[in-house]
């Protein structure tokens, strides 16, 4: 039985906590000259507005005054300052305030790989900010080759390919689709690293499905009902492999369930596709079936769900799904129209996807 496994890495807060970083604690702002007296706000958005101005401004001094800290001090002392600076600028969105502290210390000697991978990310992202992806490119092939030569000549490959694929998923969230399949064809060029090679094969497949005919689902579902996915044409289809066994699949539950509250009525219906026989100590796909029962009940999961199997009824195989959490936004026309989006990026993508029909979508 061919197993499946969760994503490498699984967002880019993730790549931080395997390095050892922390959100820096909250301080407290005092109140600058001219902003309004406690009690001054005319409205609860001002009041916001107002604070979230002053968290900016605390932020982007506190990346001034670390990098300054980092380049008079050295070893130890100085990773953790980049450290301090670097992975904060990736979680609040602040790369390319961070841009230049980043190109300093990649290019020292004497701060360590893992400190040099966060730069290395934080400059990628500054770039795709500012919509550099010809440049973005350039410095990701040259990683790759890096990595080639081995650790003193850069990044090692565990950490290259933790870097490369947390820079996917943010050309994936944005939905630069073509500037991601790039990259995933930069990291599959001869002399590319085994590692890194047969992960992004895998992501560039996914990618390429995307503007082509969804793979024909035809199934049972967890209560004995038929489905088919051609029955669903004309409306907006969520294809979301998942499994109990993976937290980021169970934490996903309330999002998915938000938008089928939101978006049911106007087009959009969730296929769920479990994958817990594909695990490597499930050995009883009937058991599988009695536990994803029960899951669903325990989470009032209320969209329908299929379990992958074999054969023509291997779903993972065919849309070339080897990790989760994975998913396929389908088009009214039964084309994928996006791959692996969440949160925002997926809202935004449904409602793309329902278009000047929306309101007339059948419920």
């Given amino acids: 039985m061919r197993a499946i496994r969760m994503s490498l890495i699984l967002a880019v807060g993730m790549f931080s ?62 990773d953790a300052a980049y450290r301090q600076l670097l992975g904060p600028a990736i979680t609040h969105g602040l790369c390319r305030e961070a841009e230049a502290a980043a190109a300093r210390c990649q290019a020292s000697d004497s701060t360590g790989r893992d400190v040099r991978a966060l730069a290395a990310l934080v400059r990628f992202l500054a770039r795709a900010d500012k919509g550099e992806h010809d440049q973005i490119l350039d410095d990701w092939k040259g990683l790759i080759q890096q990595s080639t030569r081995g650790p003193d000549a850069g990044l090692d490959v565990d950490l290259t390919l933790a870097v490369g694929e947390s820079l996917l998923q943010r050309l994936i969230r944005d939905g630069r689709y073509e500037v991601a399949s790039k990259v995933c064809r930069l990291a599959c060029e001869p002399g590319a690293p085994p590692l890194i090679r047969g992960h992004f094969e895998g992501r560039s497949d996914r990618l390429e499905r995307i503007g082509k005919p969804a793979p024909a689902i035809i199934a049972t579902d967890v209560d004995g009902k038929p489905v088919s996915l051609a029955d669903l044409q004309g409306r907006v289809v969520l294809v979301d492999f998942w499994a109990t066994w993976c937290p980021p699949c169970v934490a996903a539950i309330p999002g998915v369930e938000e938008l089928e509250r939101k978006y049911h009525d106007r087009g959009l219906v969730i296929l769920g596709i479990n994958v817990d026989a594909m695990h490597e100590d499930v050995k009883d796909t009937k058991a599988a079936l009695s536990t994803v029962r029960r899951f669903l009940v325990r989470h009032r999961v209320t969209w329908t769900n299929v379990l992958n199997g074999q054969g023509a009824a291997d779903f993972a195989r065919a849309y070339g799904v080897e990790e989760i959490p994975a998913n396929f936004l389908v088009g009214r026309d039964g084309q994928v129209v996006a791959v692996e989006q969440s949160g925002g990026a997926l809202e935004r993508a449904v409602v793309e996807a329902l278009g000047d029909r929306a309101a007339r979508s059948p419920k």
């Fill in 17 to 78: 906590l395997r390095l050892g970083i922390a959100r820096p604690a909250g301080a407290q702002e005092p109140r600058q000259a001219g902003a309004p007296a406690s009690g001054r706000f005319a409205s609860l958005e001002e009041l916001d507005a107002s604070y979230r101005r002053q968290l900016h401004d605390l932020q982007c001094r506190q990346i001034a005054d670390l990098a300054a800290l980092a380049a008079k001090t050295h070893g130890a002392e100085a």
